[in-house]
């Protein structure tokens, strides 16, 4: 698909897919039947914009635009769970911080 813009549209535009990735799912999906899948709630496996509360424990973030303004220009949060999902971040960020400088160490 990424070579076939043509091919792209078709499952984008005319299957209602989204972007690329989607598409190339939705294709894989549809072309194959005998694939078994596995129906995981978006709350959990793919939390995005409106999905992030902390009661949810979400395994995958999606990183949209918000949130990326939120932790790395630091503008404002408009709930609860929002300011926990970047305190979630900052605290992942500052371990990976402190675990590179740990192995980048010359004591």
Not at 62 to 85: A, G, Y
Request: hydrophobic residues 30%; positive net charge.
């Amino acid at each position: 698909m990424l070579g076939d813009g043509n091919f792209h549209k078709k499952w984008c535009d005319e299957k209602l897919y989204g972007g690329l990735n989607q598409a190339a799912l939705g294709y894989l999906l549809e072309s194959q039947p005998r694939i078994k899948t596995l129906e995981l709630p978006c709350q959990v496996w793919n939390a995005v914009n409106g999905c992030w509360r902390r009661d949810q424990n979400p395994k995958v973030v999606h990183v949209m635009s918000s949130l990326r303004d939120w932790c790395l220009n630091n503008t404002p949060r408009k709930s609860p769970d929002e300011q926990w999902l970047v305190d979630t971040w900052q605290r992942f960020h500052e371990n990976c911080e402190l675990q590179k400088s740990k192995c980048y160490s010359t004591a």
